[in-house]
T-cell receptor, first 115, second 112 residues
Framework: ETGVTQTPRHLVMGMTNKKSLKCEQHLGHNAMYWYKQSAKKPLELMFV???????ENNSVPSRFSPECPNSSHLFLHLHTLQPEDSALYLC??????????????FGPGTRLTVT | QKEVEQDPGPLSVPEGAIVSLNCTYSNSAFQYFMWYRQYSRKGPELLMY????GNKEDGRFTAQVDKSSKYISLFIRDSQPSDSATYLC????????????FGAGTRLFVKA
């Protein structure tokens, strides 16, 4: 596989469930990102990992918990979500995070519906 | 005031038309300006990238940056139905921060 992959592509979960989103990049990058994309809203940066270290937590509620075991894998653990958390969750990677970042490579996203 | 403003559209044009997509921004520290294209059920992909002010051309696409007006544009010449997508502008300060700020995206439809 090439590029950035995300699983599952679609997820429906109840508010009391616990689930995880997975992202894997095959580009040799060192930075990985989670974004939330809601209809007609800008991409919202949630978390940034640079060389496996979390460098950004953009005031995300604690019901979202990221995990980055290595530079190629990124997880987003979900628990007790709210209906307003329904959105497309995009994973991205780049060579490094920081100065002069111009290109991020995005995965296809996980379409999450919270019922 | 939002850091980046982008008209969500939708914008509908006939095949062959010249398309103009625009964003305004408020942060004068932005130096890197990008345009991403996002097809339905796909993630965004980088289309054009410009550093500081000026124009950049790539085939049918031209990106313009006017830092004095805090205004960026993407022009598509001879638009094709395959150009139908959502176009996201994005920008970053590139001075050690990790944040790229995205616009909300403009939905473009090119009719055959």
């Amino acid at each position: 596989e090439t590029g950035v992959t995300q699983t599952p592509r679609h997820l429906v979960m109840g508010m009391t469930n616990k689930k995880s989103l997975k992202c894997e990049q095959h580009l040799g990058h060192n930075a990985m990102y989670w974004y939330k994309q809601s209809a007609k809203k800008p991409l919202e940066l949630m978390f940034v990992y640079n060389f496996k270290e979390q460098t950004e937590n953009n005031s995300v509620p604690s019901r979202f918990s990221p995990e980055c075991p290595n530079s190629s894998h990124l997880f987003l653990h979900l628990h007790t979500l709210q209906p307003e958390d329904s959105a497309l969750y995009l994973c991205a990677s780049s060579q490094v995070a920081g100065t002069g970042v111009k290109e991020q490579y995005f995965g296809p996203g996980t379409r999450l519906t919270v019922t | 005031q939002k850091e980046v403003e982008q008209d969500p559209g939708p914008l509908s044009v006939p095949e062959g038309a010249i398309v103009s997509l625009n964003c305004t921004y408020s942060n004068s520290a932005f130096q890197y300006f990008m345009w991403y294209r996002q097809y339905s059920r796909k993630g965004p992909e980088l289309l054009m990238y410009t550093y500081s002010s000026g124009n950049k051309e790539d085939g049918r696409f031209t990106a313009q940056v006017d830092k004095s007006s805090k205004y960026i544009s993407l022009f598509i010449r001879d638009s094709q139905p395959s150009d139908s997508a959502t176009y996201l502008c994005a920008m970053s300060a590139g001075t050690g921060g990790f944040k790229t700020i995205f616009g909300a995206g403009t939905r473009l439809f090119v009719k055959a």
